[in-house]
């Protein structure tokens, strides 16, 4: 929470600004996908709606005030094309579901649906997530969160997502957030569908960066260009 620093509401200020700059590099670019690779295993690549939108930090009210939603909070996060998933996600920290451990699990990916996944602890409770209601088996939220976070360098597992989320790169299972699809206000939920957006019941982070983590993002144009290095942004 930074409240050890010796001015707390500048250090957030601080922190807001640097999770800007990540939204507007990630923004300014407009990657059409993302390929995901490190030593546990795993190596996925991600497609992105053409309308999707980055976000993260500071929000405004309808009446113009800033705030921040979350607190802590580390991540700037959009959503995947629904059926633009293909390869395998490997967990790096456990997933605490209901109460329930879920530990070193795999899910292995196909057109954006879960088609295989396997865990050491918790995989019945795992099953069951995935087969929730037909958007659970897809993914709804892609987050960036840089390695050198205060809480992955705590090293403390919070057994809450809400918290141990913030220590890592993430993906959610189920339902993806509106918001990340541009003027998605005026888009019926027919339209948001058709643009790549998933339904589901659920949303539930799971966390798979690393210190080895690379991410390389593709443009529309062809070109690739690396986005994280060492579990890290490249900037």
């Not at 409240?3 to 059409?32: G, T, Y």
């Not at 602890?121 to 205060?150: F, M, N, R």
């Not at 790169?169 to 005026?186: F, N, P, Q, R, T």
């Amino acid at each position: 929470m930074r409240v050890d620093q010796d001015d707390p509401v500048a250090a957030w200020k601080m922190h807001i600004q640097r999770l800007k700059k990540s939204m507007d590099f990630m923004n300014s670019h407009k990657f059409c996908s993302l390929e995901y690779k490190n030593s546990l295993g795993t190596n996925l690549t991600i497609e992105l709606p053409d309308e999707h939108i980055w976000l993260g930090g500071s929000e405004y009210s309808a009446g113009g005030v800033e705030f921040i939603a979350n607190m802590p909070t580390e991540e700037v996060f959009t959503l995947p094309k629904r059926t633009g998933v293909n390869g395998t996600a490997v967990s790096s920290k456990p997933l605490n579901y209901n109460g329930n451990l879920i530990e070193e699990f795999t899910l292995v990916f196909k057109e954006g649906k879960v088609v295989d996944c396997h865990a050491k602890k918790g995989e019945d409770i795992l099953k069951k997530l995935i087969a929730t209601d037909e958007g659970s088996c897809y993914l709804g939220e892609v987050a960036l969160v840089p390695h050198e976070s205060p809480i992955s360098q705590s090293n403390i597992l919070f057994y809450n997502t809400l918290f141990d989320e913030n220590a890592s790169c993430h993906l959610a299972l189920g339902k993806a957030y509106s918001v990340c699809i541009k003027d998605s206000e005026s888009k019926s939920k027919a339209q948001l569908l058709e643009l790549g957006m998933n339904d589901s019941l659920v949303h539930e982070d799971f966390m798979i960066g690393t210190s080895d983590l690379t991410i390389i993002g593709t443009t529309a144009t062809g070109e690739k260009i690396p986005v994280f290095k060492n579990g890290n942004f490249v900037f």
